[in-house]
């Protein structure tokens, strides 16, 4: 979502301010306008049309290998994210013996249907739903279906949910909380009659937060389209964690939805270009039709995002209080390691600062320069020489240019690079921006610093440009001493995440900036503990946070509007590339004498890195905020 004060964003998931959106906080209005877009007979035949493929199975779709010229090819998508989400939830739940499941906001009833005929598991379904006419369907097609005794319909709203606490092992919902009055009210709803130890699923449209997205398209999108209570894929967590469940877990399918959008767009043209046989009213395809094209353009600007959010309920809060002290102080425990601060430290100097290591990340991820970070990679072409370190130096500018938006004023900059690495950062920025006064950077290794010292010197940029041996979780600067504080790809290190924010804060000037880029903890379907703690004890990775945990360790150290910025399809192409570079290398004979060993090694990590990718083991982002 677009930036606000992070007090209004807490607002937004815990009531229904009747302001939000120009909304009258009328729920009956809310709800008769819902039913006003869908529960038409001109809309349920659209809707069957144009993303059913004639069927009830009116949701986007998942388009893993799914041929979008094939017949039928929504429809089948549509099927697939149903599919999808029940297994995701059924493995969630764990155990043997019949399920009882209840979906959210129901439509027609499609769901329930393709999941009884393929699940012989359900005991029982039950739809709720608003909708008089979709309800009808509904029913209709289960007995038609043999599957009256399984699936039972229900009219109503999932805010006053009309049953019993604790009543079904699963709370399911696709693409239908976009129009709760309050999602607040619907997630304590689902947790209220889900049984302990059930799982809580769920597919949503979600408020984006695209660059140069503005409050005001947002609003004219939710008020168009009886979006009452609009919440980006962290509000929706969070919401959700306030609300009880744990556990919660966002899946970013924000690519499908673009997928969708388009054949949707597709099969609209087709309709109007075949003469509409089936009398859809015309004013409804031509405006679904403009709407539809920039649904597409939207979704590129990050005016959207769509996924999945799981989570779980639990008879103890005890994993809860597990993240919670993840985020709030480093247990000695946490993935094997002996809590050793100097041990740490010499990890990480071994991890990079040797001649090999430097030669190695200069090929690979600097293009033969000494910016070794990951790449930003919009309007890239992945083939052209240099795209790696065009990507590192987008990201550096990505990051800096946000940060001084988000400072504001006139006048000149100072800012600390925190674990600043050979200097690449310092160097590209202060030759880019003569709004930087002076360029700290802060860095462990001996080597790496020998090097940023002399490039600034080299580059005539040694006055501006100061080169500081430490550790970013002791800091050795005064307080209040720089307006912005920067990092990239470095706290993964951090033997302390906590005390890393807090001393980012007390150098930071009041009304300062923190930014940083950095890999984190992913919380994939079938990603074990066993395996990020593999990845955290092989890494010198002391205090591993999902973004979530890194942006509640944030606010707790007292930095405010604390936002995480989702990038990690960047990092899959970073990764991808890197080990094309490697290979490169290899298949040329190595002329640069890298020491073999490391490079056969990181081929094989590297690998393994793009699989972990796609599984959800790894998030990569940038974390912005401010001092007040």
């Excluded at 939207?298 to 809060?317: E, L, M, N």
């Amino acid at each position: 979502m677009a930036v606000t004060k992070s007090t209004e964003k807490e607002s937004i998931a815990a009531e229904v301010d009747p302001a939000i959106y120009g909304k009258s906080g009328d729920l009956q209005k809310h709800m008769d306008g819902v039913k006003a877009q869908y529960d038409t007979k001109d809309k349920l035949e659209f809707y069957a049309q144009v993303m059913g493929d004639g069927t009830a199975n009116i949701h986007f779709g998942k388009w893993d290998n799914i041929d979008l010229d094939e017949e039928g090819a929504y429809g089948k998508a549509s099927e697939q994210i149903t599919d999808y989400m029940f297994e995701l939830a059924a493995k969630l739940k764990g155990g043997e013996g019949k399920i009882s499941y209840v979906d959210l906001g129901s439509g027609a009833g499609a769901a329930a249907l393709r999941l009884c005929e393929k699940n012989e598991s359900i005991e029982k379904a039950t739809c709720l739903n608003l909708c008089d006419e979709q309800n009808a369907l509904a029913t209709k097609c289960a007995a038609d279906a043999g599957l009256g005794e399984r699936i039972t319909v229900v009219t109503g709203t999932y805010e006053e949910a009309p049953f019993e606490p604790d009543s079904f092992d699963i709370a399911f919902s696709q693409d239908a909380f976009v129009h709760a009055f309050s999602k607040a009210k619907t997630f304590e709803e689902a947790l209220r009659i889900t049984k302990s130890g059930g799982v809580f699923v769920f597919c949503d449209l979600m408020c984006g937060s695209g660059e140069g997205v503005s409050d005001e398209e947002l609003a004219t999108f939710a008020a168009t389209n009886m979006v009452n209570d609009w919440l980006s894929p962290e509000e929706n967590v969070k919401a959700c964690e306030k609300a009880g469940w744990t556990d919660v877990t966002f899946v970013d399918l924000t690519a499908d939805i673009r997928i969708s959008f388009q054949l949707m767009l597709k099969k609209v043209e087709k309709i109007i270009a075949a003469g509409n046989p089936d009398k859809i009213d015309e004013t409804l395809l031509n405006s679904y039709k403009k709407n539809l094209a920039n649904r597409v353009v939207q979704v590129d600007r990050g005016v959207f995002k769509w996924g999945v959010v799981h989570a779980k309920k639990q008879d103890s809060i005890s994993q809860t209080m597990a993240k919670m002290a993840i985020a709030a102080e480093v247990d000695p425990a946490i993935y094997g390691k002996s809590g050793d601060l100097q041990k740490h430290m010499d990890g990480v100097k071994a991890q990079y600062d040797t001649k090999d290591k430097l030669e190695f990340y200069a090929q690979v991820m600097g293009d033969g320069t000494a910016n070794i970070h990951f790449g930003k990679w919009d309007n890239i072409d992945l083939d052209e020489e240099g795209a790696y370190g065009k990507a590192s130096e987008q990201i550096t500018d990505y990051m800096f240019e946000l940060a001084a938006k988000l400072k504001g004023g006139e006048g000149k900059i100072s800012y600390v690079d925190l674990g600043s690495g050979a200097g690449a950062a310092a160097l590209r920025l202060c030759e880019k921006n003569d709004s930087i006064e002076k360029a700290t950077c802060l860095n462990l290794c001996d080597e790496q610093n020998a090097l940023a010292t002399k490039c600034a010197a080299d580059a005539g940029l040694g006055e501006r440009i100061t080169v500081v041996t430490g550790t970013y979780e002791e800091a050795p600067f005064e307080p209040d001493s720089f307006d912005i504080a920067f990092s990239q790809d470095a706290f993964v290190h951090a033997f302390s995440k906590a005390k890393t924010f807090e001393e980012a804060l007390r150098i930071t000037k009041s009304g300062g900036v923190f930014v940083f880029c950095d890999l984190m903890c992913g919380s994939g379907e079938g990603v074990s503990d066993e395996e990020l703690a593999t990845f955290a004890a092989t890494n010198m990775v002391n205090d591993w946070l999902s973004p979530e945990e890194n942006v509640k360790a944030c606010e707790k150290a007292g930095w405010t509007d604390v936002t995480f910025v989702d990038l990690t399809a960047d990092i899959r192409i970073s990764f991808q590339l890197m080990l094309k570079k490697v290979e490169k290398i290899i298949a040329a004979g190595n002329p640069d004498k890298i020491d073999e060993t490391l490079l056969n090694s990181y081929k094989k990590n590297l690998a393994n890195r793009v699989v972990q990718v796609d599984r959800g083991v790894f998030k990569w982002g940038v974390v912005h905020a401010k001092k007040l």
